[in-house]
């Protein structure tokens, strides 16, 4: 190959030849449209199956199913309002607890261990997104109207609001994506 490729030059360069010899070298043929569309489709389940196997959470990495309860949600956002002002006082703890009571239709003990597990679900969150989106997902508008008056409540049961309270209750209320005629 490499003395054809010489012999080539020096007929072009010497102006032997006005046509260069054809090079030995092969096209492959072109596949058909079928073979093209198969083998594109064949690609995009690979990779499709990629996402779907390699990119799926193990299971110990998912949140346990407790996590997913809405009621859990709400009193990890309620928690995370009333403790806005860095600490719960004891009379915000009971208006919790009571409210939780009436909404959800528990007992103390009820009331008292999903407030407990709330507590440590919001520990563990990194932010308020997954209650939120949760409870957008789950609650019809109504339920949400009722979450915001508790909400509402709980921030305005100390006679005044401060500047923390204000901002956590817009940034939930914005990632329930409520309409700003509803706030």
């Avoid at 010489?6 to 096209?27: F, H, Y």
Wanted: glycine share 4%; hydrophobic share 45%.
């Amino acid at each position: 190959m490499l003395e054809v490729m010489r012999r080539a030059i020096r007929q072009v360069m010497c102006g032997l030849s006005k046509n260069p010899p054809e090079p030995d070298v092969r096209i492959p043929e072109r596949p058909s449209i079928a073979v093209v569309r198969r083998r594109a489709g064949d690609m995009l389940e690979l990779i499709k199956s990629f996402f779907r196997f390699s990119m799926r959470p193990s299971p110990e990495d998912e949140p346990a199913a407790a996590n997913k309860d809405p009621r859990i949600a709400a009193c990890a956002l309620l928690l995370e309002l009333a403790q806005a002002d860095a600490e719960l006082a004891d009379d915000v703890r009971q208006h919790l607890q009571s409210t939780v009571r009436s909404q959800f239709g528990l007992g103390e003990a009820g009331a008292k261990e999903l407030l407990n597990l709330a507590e440590e679900a919001r520990a563990a969150a990194v932010g308020l997104w997954q209650f939120t989106n949760l409870i957008t997902d789950i609650y019809s508008p109504g339920q949400k109207m009722v979450l915001a008056e508790i909400m509402r409540g709980l921030v305005y049961l100390d006679g005044a609001v401060a500047a923390n309270e204000d901002y956590i209750m817009r940034k939930v209320f914005h990632l329930l994506r409520f309409e700003p005629e509803w706030v």
